[in-house]
Nanobody, 125 residues
């Protein structure tokens, strides 16, 4: 499966952005989908993930209550609604797919099999 992330940009602190991740290729398979981010000089970190049916979600503590992950399987698209953005949210955001959909939602990058190219989010203070 190929993943394409989009929706990044420049936003003021306190503002909102919605990222999208579109899947193509083998989209008939079931995938847990996740969002990760990586700031310059830092390791890639988990942001949020959603089960293939959408019934289960997991968030990093740093984004709980501010970010919402959702998916539309009919459109092969996963979203990350980001509200109340902070300067520390600035990073390149990556979407990822885990083909082991029947297992617990992974929060480590090594738990994901496919990755998109990333989209830049910049938050000005």
């Amino acid at each position: 499966v190929q993943l394409q992330a989009s929706g990044g940009g420049l936003v003021q602190a306190g503002g909102s952005l919605t990222l999208s991740c579109s899947a193509s290729g083998r989209t008939d398979s079931r995938y847990t989908m996740g969002w990760f981010r990586q700031a310059p000089g830092k390791e890639r970190e988990f942001v949020a993930a959603i089960s293939w049916r959408g019934g289960s979600t997991t968030y990093a503590d740093s984004v709980k209550g501010r970010f919402t992950i959702s998916r539309e399987n009919a459109k092969n698209t996963v979203y990350l609604q980001m509200n109340s953005l902070k300067p520390e949210d600035a990073a390149v955001y990556y979407c990822a797919a885990d083909q082991d959909w029947w297992t617990s939602i992974a929060t480590m990058p090594s738990g994901y099999d496919y990755w998109g190219q990333g989209t830049q989010v910049t938050v000005s203070s």
